[in-house]
């Protein structure tokens, strides 16, 4: 695909899986993407092993909707993309190997209706399997609405460092892929710091003036994982993310501190469920439901 660096919003070769796109209606396209077995980010989770990791189909999604977006449905270049909400079911695979990924993606829309947004479902096939479906809802806007909706932005000159959390916590390898610090359970909740390291590819790739929402749901992935790994004294590795429902209200500001939040825990049939909130200025912008289930040999 011709311009892919342009079509996906990414900067570097590592963080790019889609390889190309094909329409099959005005509302059924179809996708394919590369699988990348030794990954610095994607492949480090513990919790996947040889397995596809489930925020890999995430961002694999959002590549499909940003690609179809410019090609299909002729959004410019220079718009901006707003996530409303995006929601991932994922159906552990087999080990990967050489197989193909691939992808069907359907639309509310047809290219036809010049709309400023949409939703994708996009239902991943590893090999002709289904391994996982994604909904995502979108809309668009011209960079000089943006700009116009960002001129006042508070920022501040720097954030107080935090200790990031040791990559174990949360089911990771290596120190850099780690999202968070100074967790903590003072108050009634358990929170945490996002901390978002400035030379990790995968976290900075996308560049907004903003956290992004793939950020965004990382950390409050990590908080999870982090909560089973030191409160519950859980083996994390055996905990698989099955499901997710990420809404995004507003801006979350790159220069001043964000926490996520855990507000609600549950456990049944060895699957704990989660609701995090990500707050700002005590404020909520975010909320991502989470569902981890353990497996076993």
């Known amino acids: 695909m011709e311009n892919v660096k342009l079509y996906t919003h990414k900067k570097n070769e590592s963080e790019i899986f889609i390889i190309n796109t094909s329409p099959i209606s005005d509302n059924h396209f179809q996708a394919e993407f ?9 492949s480090d989770f513990l919790a996947s092993s040889n397995r596809i990791n489930p925020l890999f189909l995430l961002e ?3 590549q499909a909707e940003t690609c179809l ?3 299909e449905f002729g959004i410019a270049l220079g718009s901006k993309f707003l996530l409303d909400n995006w929601s991932l079911t994922y159906f552990p695979s087999q080990p990967v190997g050489t197989k193909s990924l691939k992808a069907d993606v359907y639309t509310k829309y047809p290219p036809t209706n010049k709309t400023n947004k949409n939703e994708f479902t996009i239902i991943f096939k590893l090999n002709g399997t289904i391994i996982g479906t994604v909904a995502i809802e979108v809309r668009y806007i011209t960079s000089q609405c943006y700009t116009l909706i960002r001129k006042t932005q508070g920022r501040c000159i720097s954030i107080a460092a935090v ?3 040791p990559p174990s916590c949360v089911c990771y390898t290596k120190p850099e892929n780690s999202i968070l610090g100074d967790l903590n359970d003072i108050g009634p909740y358990v929170n945490a710091v996002i901390n978002i390291n400035k030379k990790n590819k995968s976290f900075n790739d996308h560049e907004q003036d903003h956290i992004t ?8 992935k990590q ?7 030191i409160y519950m004294h859980e083996k994390i590795e055996r905990f698989i993310l099955v499901d997710l429902n990420g809404n995004f209200f507003s801006y979350v500001e790159m220069y001043i501190p964000a926490m996520v939040v855990i507000k609600k825990i549950e456990l049944l049939n060895d699957i704990y469920s989660f609701d995090v909130d990500v707050t700002q200025n005590k404020k909520t912008l975010a909320t ?3 569902k981890l289930r353990g497996e076993y040999e």
């Open 34 to 42: 590369k699988l990348i077995l030794n990954h610095h980010f994607y």
């Open 60 to 62: 694999c999604a959002r």
């Open 69 to 71: 977006s410019h090609t």
């Open 163 to 165: 200790l990031p959390l």
């Open 213 to 220: 929402g793939m950020n965004l749901t990382e950390a409050a």
């Open 223 to 229: 908080i999870c994982y982090s909560y089973l790994s």
């Open 288 to 290: 991502v439901n989470l």
